[in-house]
């Protein structure tokens, strides 16, 4: 069974690398014996270009490395949020997951 990580408890508008980089600590730990994490962006609205990146596509490519033993899928993320995930993981040559 994956791990579910809800954005929206930390608010409707996610930004800035430092908090990115906190809640990727915080995902890491607490899902370090799963094999599968969804990143569940329902509800969030908006998410800034440097927190896509720190968050999502960081720890994508952890998990492309080596680093980290999960793998990572992003759910229920709005257009815009979606983009911008796409965007950070485009430049950082990284992919996700896809659920099907």
Same mark, same amino acid.
């Given at each position: 069974?994956? +791990?579910? +990580?809800?954005?929206?408890?930390?608010? !409707?508008?996610?930004?800035? =690398?430092?908090?990115?980089?906190? /809640?990727? #600590?915080?995902?890491?730990?607490?899902?370090?014996?799963?094999?599968?994490?969804?990143?569940?962006?329902?509800?969030? /609205?908006?998410?800034?270009?440097?927190?896509?990146?720190?968050?999502?596509?960081?720890?994508?490519?952890?998990? =492309?490395?080596?680093?980290?033993?999960?793998?990572?899928?992003? !759910?229920?993320?709005?257009?815009?949020?979606? #983009? =911008?995930? #796409?965007?950070? /993981?485009?430049? =950082?040559?990284?992919?996700?997951?896809? /659920?099907?």
């Amino acid at each position: 069974m994956p +791990y579910s +990580y809800a954005l929206a408890q930390h608010g !409707t508008t996610l930004a800035t =690398r430092p908090f990115a980089e906190r /809640l990727r #600590a915080e995902v890491i730990e607490e899902a370090a014996d799963c094999q599968l994490v969804e990143l569940d962006f329902a509800d969030v /609205l908006s998410t800034s270009h440097s927190f896509a990146d720190e968050f999502v596509a960081q720890m994508a490519e952890e998990s =492309r490395d080596g680093a980290i033993a999960f793998k990572i899928a992003v !759910t229920n993320a709005a257009p815009t949020v979606g #983009a =911008r995930i #796409a965007k950070a /993981l485009e430049l =950082r040559s990284v992919r996700l997951v896809e /659920l099907a």
